[in-house]
């Protein structure tokens, strides 16, 4: 009897321990060394890669089916391990081991003369189903014929989608301050968990407005195209 009954705390101990080491495992800050490991694994590479091929598609598909010209890229891809477990004003960072997000930056150059016929072409590549514009006559036809019947007050020059912003300079209103800013500077890469491109690396927001007469700026954001979480649960786009 005294030999079943060690046993039985003994099985009771162990699933003890067990649940306990579980428990501490997801309340735990993700180690750098994790991070690393789960950026550089093949499911978050093949993420990474159908994330960058989808958002250049968008990219391509207003050089291609509008005025604008495309004149420099930026790709940002940062992945951040999870917080220890905040027992007070958790903002979601303490439920995954890692999460990763992708943002491009387009910038564009085209003549000032042109702003409706460029913003028209825009709706009209919108229209059409799978261009990956989210922009279309009938939810935004009136913002043109806005800009088209242009006779003061505030100049609207951004059309924006979740994740998806186009902005651009103001035609009427040329303060320097009202313009497309120049991208920050890329950090030094730090595989796998860090990455930025600028292409090509010479090229100035300045230097296309002097070439075109204006800038576009496409931002597009994919927030968690991998994610991890702290029960091991693995999510894609």
């Not at 990219?59 to 890229?73: E, I, N, S």
């Not at 903002?91 to 913003?119: H, Q, W």
């Amino acid at each position: 009897m005294t030999g079943t009954r060690k046993t039985l705390w003994g099985a009771v101990a162990t699933v003890a321990v067990l649940a306990v080491s579980a428990c501490s495992a997801q309340s735990r800050a993700t180690s750098p060394k994790e991070v690393r490991r789960l950026a550089g694994s093949a499911q978050a590479l093949q993420a990474r890669e159908r994330t960058e091929s989808r958002l250049r598609g968008v990219v391509r598909a207003y050089a291609d089916d509008t005025p604008l010209t495309l004149g420099l890229l930026v790709v940002r891809d940062t992945c951040l391990g999870g917080k220890g477990k905040q027992l007070f004003d958790s903002n979601g960072d303490d439920t995954y081991k890692i999460r990763c997000s992708m943002r491009i930056t387009a910038f564009y150059g085209a003549e000032p003369a042109r702003i409706v016929p460029v913003l028209d072409a825009v709706l009209t590549a919108g229209d059409r189903t799978g261009s990956g514009i989210p922009f279309t006559h009938d939810a935004n036809g009136t913002f043109v014929d806005r800009y088209r019947d242009h006779v003061g007050g505030v100049e609207e020059t951004e059309l924006s989608a979740p994740w998806h912003t186009l902005s651009w300079d103001p035609v009427h209103d040329r303060q320097p301050r009202l313009m497309i800013q120049e991208p920050a500077a890329c950090p030094t890469d730090d595989l796998p968990v860090l990455r930025c491109l600028r292409e090509p690396e010479d090229q100035s927001v300045a230097a296309l407005r002097k070439r075109y007469g204006m800038v576009f700026e496409l931002d597009l954001t994919e927030p968690e195209y991998y994610k991890v979480s702290k029960k091991g649960q693995v999510y894609t786009s």
